[in-house]
């Protein structure tokens, strides 16, 4: 069964903490995804990538660093976390060609306190 | 990419057809429309995606007007598990520059299958 894997469900970190959230795929998709979830607000992207060592910014990369050094893994950092970065955070893939459909992870929920 | 209008909220009865409506008025030649579903606490899951032609596969069927400014996904015998938010997105099929292969999430249609 392929799959997309976050590496921790739920999360609690302190205030100034870098914050570490990992997430690989089986499927050899080119494309990777962070994407952040908050009550009202729906998801936003937060960064993708759509290759090796590529990193493109979305909608709200505030705060936020990825790091892609191999293809079937791509990390979002959290440089030194703040309270309201507590959220649900949905990493994603897909192949390149547009007419794919993406895959979702299980979410990772951070808190930080 | 364009913006998509979907009803808050919906219900069904089970066994019944589950048919969520979308607008896109604003939809563009090569923009396609996709379907994403959200069940309570798991990650957002793919349902089906179409260009112009009606589409069908395991989970549902897809219908797009012929003027492509608005579509229905059909869950055609909704069972309690297909409780959920439903997501329409559009999304160029254009390759390149910054903005391809972003999606785009709405607020969604919050669909209740009930006994």
């Known amino acids: 069964d392929v799959k997309v894997t976050q590496s921790s469900r739920y999360l609690v970190k302190r205030t100034g903490e870098k914050v570490f959230l990992e997430c690989v795929q089986d499927?050899?998709?080119?494309?990777m995804f962070w994407y952040r979830q908050d009550p009202g607000l729906g998801l936003r992207l937060i960064y993708f990538?759509?290759?090796?060592?590529?990193?493109e910014k979305g909608d709200i990369p505030e705060g936020y660093s990825v790091s892609r050094e191999k293809k079937e893994r791509f990390s979002l950092i959290l440089e030194s976390a703040s309270t309201n970065q507590t959220s649900m955070y949905l990493c994603a893939s897909s192949f390149l060609q547009h007419n794919y459909g993406y895959t979702f992870g299980s979410g990772t929920r951070l808190t930080v306190v | 990419d364009a913006k998509t209008t979907q009803p808050t909220s919906m219900d069904c009865a089970e066994g019944r057809a589950a048919n969520l409506p979308c607008n896109h008025s604003?939809?563009?030649?090569?923009?396609?429309v996709y379907w994403y579903r959200q069940i309570h606490s798991q990650g957002p899951q793919y349902i089906i995606h179409?260009?112009?032609n009606n589409e069908t596969n395991e989970m549902a069927s897809l219908i797009i007007t012929e003027d492509r400014k608005s579509s229905t996904l059909i869950l055609p015998h909704a069972t309690l598990r297909d409780t959920a938010v439903y997501y329409c997105i559009v999304r160029s099929g254009n390759a390149g520059g910054t903005s391809y292969g972003k999606l785009t999430f709405g607020q969604g249609t919050i669909l209740t299958v009930h006994p």
């Open positions: 499927m050899d998709h080119e494309n």
């Open positions: 990538s759509y290759d090796v060592k590529m990193k």
């Open positions: 179409g260009l112009k």
């Open positions: 604003t939809i563009s030649g090569n923009e396609y």
